[in-house]
């Protein structure tokens, strides 16, 4: 049971997910949104995805990110590592930690 990953009842150790293109990223929860234009669309999405953590912590203090995942991405799936949560707001469930940033923060325009 130690270092299993586990995908529809089957557990997958280091080893599988070295072989399935493994890398460690960092997701960046914006309950705000983000809109992004691009040629001839704009898109939508509410997090931002880096490779260290230097880069989502300065996307945290730049944005008012609300949380922070650490997660190891691979072709079988995605599982967390470590999450932080915005500090200005301990105890606070998700659903309304995202309605209070959703009315505090505008809209992120990149």
């Not at 009842?9 to 493994?22: A, C, Q």
């Not at 008012?64 to 707001?89: F, P, T």
């Not at 995202?98 to 505008?106: F, G, L, M, Q, V």
């Amino acid at each position: 049971m130690k270092n299993k990953f586990y995908v529809d009842g089957k557990g997958y150790g280091l080893s599988d997910l070295k072989k399935h293109n493994s890398r460690l990223v960092y997701w960046i929860i914006f309950p705000q949104g983000v809109l992004k234009k691009r040629k001839g669309c704009i898109t939508s999405s509410s997090m931002m995805i880096t490779k260290t953590y230097k880069k989502a912590d300065k996307l945290v203090q730049k944005y008012h990110g609300a949380i922070v995942q650490r997660c190891i991405e691979c072709d079988l799936g995605r599982w967390i590592i470590k999450e932080w949560w915005d500090s200005e707001y301990p105890g606070v469930d998700y659903d309304t930690l995202w309605d209070i940033y959703k009315e505090k923060y505008p809209e992120i325009q990149l």
